[in-house]
């Protein structure tokens, strides 16, 4: 039987600490999800419906975006909201940086 991949996005916190996660496919329901379980950044007051602007993320490249899939498409790449973004592939490698939300 083979192992399930694992796949692997870096995170800059509010406290600028660095953070290597690996995760597997859909192993939770968005990034925002990955992040709370991860970190002791305080985000997603909204429980991920787009409302309350708590789990911002700045992507560190914004090439990666391109290949990101959304729960809903943002309008704007530069800033995204981590509980849109689904938790796959195609954020393998990827780095985010928490905007603090003061
Ligand atoms: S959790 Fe509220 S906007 Fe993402």
Redesign the pocket.
């Known amino acids: 039987m083979s192992m399930p991949s694992l796949y692997k996005v870096t995170l800059i916190d509010t406290a600028n600490e660095r953070h290597v996660i690996h995760f597997k496919r859909f192993e939770y329901p968005?990034l925002?999800e990955l992040i709370i379980d991860n970190t002791y950044d305080d985000?997603?007051?909204?429980?991920?419906?787009?409302?309350?602007?708590?789990?911002?993320v700045e992507p560190i490249n914004p090439k990666e975006v391109t290949g990101i899939n959304f729960i809903n498409i943002p309008e704007d790449t530069d800033y995204v909201?981590?509980?849109?973004i689904i938790v796959d592939k195609h954020i393998n490698n990827c780095s985010f940086k928490i905007l603090d939300r003061d």
């Open positions: 968005n925002m985000i997603g007051d909204c429980k991920g419906r787009a409302m309350c602007k708590t789990c911002l909201l981590a509980c849109q």
